[in-house]
């Protein structure tokens, strides 16, 4: 599961602000041990037979389900079974049905079997149902904002902009929504499933498609056959109008399951995946293990993606278009993140949600590893960065431990401990191990685990056993405690001694013991020393220096999981950018001065080398930061800028120049932005947009059509919100909708951009835009999951969702020949309204 994680011009607003709101009262309350399931039932196979009513928006099961006792012997069977209608439950000898007596009640069918069965015993269970998705209670949360299993979408087909599809989503514990089964993540079972659709409709689920049957009044039966054991929630269905693009790997076939308007860009989009795959079974010592992998996608999905076993499913989001792909694939990581999970995750399995790192952590690092490979090492530091800051700065999450077993609800350890800090983890672990050691205990881990569930525990063995090492203080501290070090320093330099003293603060309550990188700068040159440090308040190390250091810098390679506080100046920062080799080091000198911008020759002198800076993360960073509206600035920078917004050969580097150049509202550089209107990129055309009317704001209306914002980053929509809402631009309101709908959260970090976002909301709200209006609903849903058990965050979402039906009511009032577009979208907002009671 890759989750979407509300990024940082919304939430993240809130997050890094000082504004704090009340949490839910929590004292007093006993969290209970959350212990692996106990196996008393061990599944063999499920065989499905369904077909769909797209009217109802119900399926018609029939279910035949091969188990045994797991070790004591039984006469019953117990299954979880949401929100069904169980029609006949029988005994299944040979095609021979027996009657069983059953109970079924609050979502769980209790079987009585026909006589006691021991160990190894199998038998087989025939059921009758039928999947009713709307009738499931549970919740969703953050990561999987909805939880009814079995999914929908358009399916009597009234929206014209929106395709007809069936998805299921099973993670947590969702397929016994659609199947009545064990819905555990240690019960894993071979599958095969026969599905009757429509025949315009094409299939995909787990393994290989091994016939298809046309039937009568225009239907098909399609037969699907998993033969290799994995678990229940990763079991997929889906269902609608794709293209399916084919490649393969070796001898497995690669499928890309593409909505037909995008089918042109099926290989920009997808087309990495045979290498990943190649990648990835290299480096772990195991070749890509299943039948086949195909990918496919679903409107109104709730999450990133799901890895369900050779058949991943992605949020919308994936399909993207020539002007975002050329700037750059946004969906790649999650691409690599879903298929790594086809080793960790689907060929070995997190023993309970409790363990869920043990997938969800290396699926993180799988991000790392596929951009170190294909793109280099400063490209993946900095993508850790990003991930691990976002850890970081989220402070709710310092005490989690990253294998818990006391979580309130198991939908509570998908965050950003599990995923982000984890990852964070592994890569402090790689490097502590060495890269042999690190991937062999890796492919001893699958090896000896494989299409079987395992635990945290399992994992250190094989680090253990290949390494020799012992590693349970590592374990002990990073997988089975909470928090990371947080680190001060000082440092003295004694001229008799000739040596430089370092002490290091942790101020956290429990230290830490781990290796740190520390480089001491004598004449812009650093020398690098690698220290221990104990677990101990404060840590002293000596060394050697012919005079004072210009600088200290710790954890100067970046590896350790740490919130660093440390001052330095303009020159010091100057030196650590030219004088470190590794990316985050000179990341954290280039933000260091941003407050010293336009003020200090340094900052300039700094700003200069990073323009020019081989990795264009860091040219993009330093052109944010440049103002050539400053004289001494425009002297030193101006012609490097103008260079990179017309030849870089990154387009995401040109835009970010235009926006450098904007700033001057020079007229000398219209002819460079009115160029880059006609860009492919939308980076480029985006910000020659804004910057023809820093220059000449009567242009708006007639040039603000021609962006498409369709799924745009964060920081153009914020750059461009104020000329779709200011100009009324009807094309572009679905697109700005996400901020609108966070613009109270947006005003804590921005008071002007959030005042025009409001104004945004309310037009939108006031407007007749079904697709606008649904996209905030769907925003502010997930909201919920990530903030919105926070009572006051819960107040102020259901206050603005009131206003916005007032609004939708006041218009259906004077319009009413459109009823039928305003209807919709008034109950949209009902429905997100009853999410936040």
Known sequence: MKKIFITALFLGALFNSNVTFAQTETSGRTVPYRATHTKTTELKHTKLKVNFDYEKEQMNGEEWLTASPFFYSTNELVLDAKGMLIHEVALDNNGKKTPLKYEYKNDVLKINLDKVYARNQDYTVYIKYTSRPNEVKQE?????????????????????????????????????????????????????????????????????????????????????????????????????????????????????????????????????????????????????????????????????????????????????????????????????????????????????????????????????????????????DYHQMEDVNHYIHNSSDFKKDLVRFNYNSREDVFDLVTYQKGGGILHMLRNYLGDDAFFAGITDYLKTNEYQAAEAHQLRLSFEKVSGKDLNWFFNQWYFGSGNPKLNYTYNFEPVKKQVTVTISQTQDEPFQFPLAIDVYENGKPKRYQVWVNAEAKNTF??????????????????????????????????????????????????????????????????????????????????????????????????????????????????????????????????????????????????SLAAILAVDPSKASSLADKIDLEGASEEMLSQLLPIVVKNKVISQMANIAPIAAFYPFVKFQDPELGKVAEEGYNWIMSSDNLKATT???????????????????????????????SKKMELLKQNLGKASSINPQIDAINKAIDNFK
């Not at 795959?277 to 772990?284: A, E, G, R, V």
């Not at 990154?650 to 002819?671: E, R, S």
């Open 140 to 380: 969703g949360s953050a990561a999987i904002n909805d939880a009814k299993g079995l999914y929908f979408i358009n399916a009597q087909g009234k929206d014209p902009d929106k395709p007809t599809q069936i998805w299921t989503q099973g993670e947590t514990e969702s397929s016994s929504a659609w199947f009545p089964t064990i819905d555990k993540p240690n019960q894993k079972t071979t599958q095969e499933i026969y599905m009757t659709v429509p025949d315009k409709y094409v299939t995909l689920s787990n393994g290989i498609l091994k016939n298809s049957q046309k039937e009568a009044n225009g239907l098909r039966t399609d037969h699907w056959v998993m033969d290799k054991r994995h678990s229940t929630y990763l079991f997929f269905m889906g269902v609608g109008e794709y293209a399916v693009v084919k490649d393969k790997w070796k001898n497995v076939p690669v499928d890309y399951y593409i909505e037909k308007e995008y089918e042109p860009y099926a290989k920009q989009i997808y087309g990495n995946t045979p290498e990943m795959i190649d990648f990835f079974s290299k480096k772990l010592g195991y070749d890509y293990p299943w039948q086949k992998y195909a990918q496919i996608s679903g409107r109104d999905y709730v999450s990133g993606a799901m890895e369900n076993t050779t058949a991943t499913l992605h949020g919308s989001d994936i399909l993207q278009k020539p002007g975002q792909l050329i700037d750059e694939n946004k969906w790649e990581d999650t691409i690599a993140h879903e298929l790594f999970h086809h080793w960790f995750g689907d060929l070995v399995t997190a023993e309970s949600w409790s363990n869920l790192t043990v997938n969800e952590s290396f699926a993180n690092y799988s991000e790392y590893l596929w951009n170190e490979f294909k793109y280099g090492k400063d490209q993946a």
């Open 542 to 687: 000596n060394f050697d220096a012919s005079k004072n250091p210009e600088l200290i810098n710790i954890n100067a390679d970046g590896i350790l999981l740490a919130d660093v506080t440390e001052s330095k100046t303009p020159d010091q920062y100057l030196a650590q950018f030219l004088g470190s080799k590794e990316f985050k080091s000179k990341y954290i000198a280039l933000t260091g001065i941003k407050d010293q911008v336009g003020k200090n020759p340094a900052a300039t002198k700094l700003l200069a080398a990073a323009v020019k800076d081989p990795f264009f993360r860091t040219r993009i960073k330093a052109l944010e930061l440049v103002d050539l509206s400053n004289a001494e600035m425009m002297k030193a920078l101006g012609s490097d800028v103008e260079k990179l917004a017309t030849n870089d050969p990154k387009t995401l580097v040109q835009g970010a120049a235009i926006a450098a150049l904007a700033k001057t509202k020079d007229k000398k550089y219209v002819p460079i932005f009115e160029k880059g209107i006609n860009a492919v990129s939308n980076s480029v055309k985006g910000n």
């Open 775 to 805: 996209s905030i609903t769907k925003i502010l849903g997930q909201a919920k999951g990530q903030m919105g058990e926070n009572p006051q965050v819960k107040m102020m979402i259901s206050q603005m969702l009131k206003d916005g039906l």
